[in-house]
């Protein structure tokens, strides 16, 4: 049975497939093979390396709880900032005045082309030179600096390329009916664009998140991952079981995040559906009055 996109494989074609799956299947379980058991000569996998994180809870008392605390904070932190930011930047890089549109656009170009490591260096020199911030918490204040300067920018022309991808006839039917420039961009664009832009904006605090670990591979600040070097040299030597759980405590605060931001994505796209009046009609054929559940009041 052929299809618009591709014909439908022959007999031939279906076991050259069936052959390359094989393959694969074949030299995937090859590489588990060869991971696992040089893990294993290496002394990895044994229960000594894996038991503090199964049975007691000094591991995760001392070491992990701790760190993922301050890695949700700095995350937390630089999420708040710089979405609203990110916003403005990016609203301001549409707007008809040049004094506005220009300095927005060579902020956003200045921080985006700058890696969030460097931003962060010149952050903690900042505070360590010019403030009384204690050092204790200079790292905190830098890490969360690098990434709101760096992630704003970039969530800055997330916002501007999911407006600038509505219809314009969305903005001149606005300005048609006596919007000003401002009600058009909160009352019509930014909510149509919003449900565009999430895939993308959620992705980006997906890298906020794992950005945080930079902190702690420089600026000694203690977030999750600089726990698992801590742990390793701890617990022995138990580098592959320190990181595996890192790791594992990443994927699910990722996922949890994505999750949600589906699940939001969903809600909004149903409640844009579900917007419209549904107007009865009488025995003579003419629409009467919004049907009941229709939430539309009547005048």
Known sequence: MSSVLYDAQGPR??????????VFFVALAALLWWVFSTLADKGQLEWAKWKPFFSGSEAWSTYIWPALQNTLKAAFVAVVIA???????????LSDHVWVRVPAAIVVEFFRSIPVLVLMIFGLALFAEYTDVSSDDRPLYAVVTGLVLYNASVLAEIVRSGILAL????????????LRKGQ?????????????????????????????????????????????????????????????????????????????????????????????AVLKVDDAGTPGTPAAGTGVAKT
């Not at 074609?13 to 094989?22: C, E, G, M, T, W």
Request: charged content about 15%.
């Open 13 to 22: 074609a279906k076991r050259r497939n069936i052959l390359f799956n094989v």
């Open 184 to 276: 058009v961009m909160r009352l019509i664009l930014l909510p149509q664009a919003v449900t565009a832009m999430l895939p993308a904006i959620v992705s980006q605090l997906v890298v906020i998140v794992k950005d945080t670990a930079l902190g702690g591979a420089v600026l000694t600040f203690p977030e999750l991952l600089s726990s698992a070097n801590t742990m390793s040299a701890y617990y022995g030597a138990n580098t592959i079981a320190s990181f595996t759980v890192v790791a594992v405590i990443y994927i699910a605060l990722n996922f949890a995040l994505t999750s949600f931001a589906s699940w939001l994505e969903r809600r909004l796209r149903r409640a844009k559906k579900s917007t419209g």
């Open 167 to 178: 219809p314009k006839g969305q903005a001149e039917g606005a300005m048609a009916i006596g």
């Open 83 to 93: 979405l609203p930011l990110g916003a403005v930047l990016g609203i301001a890089r």
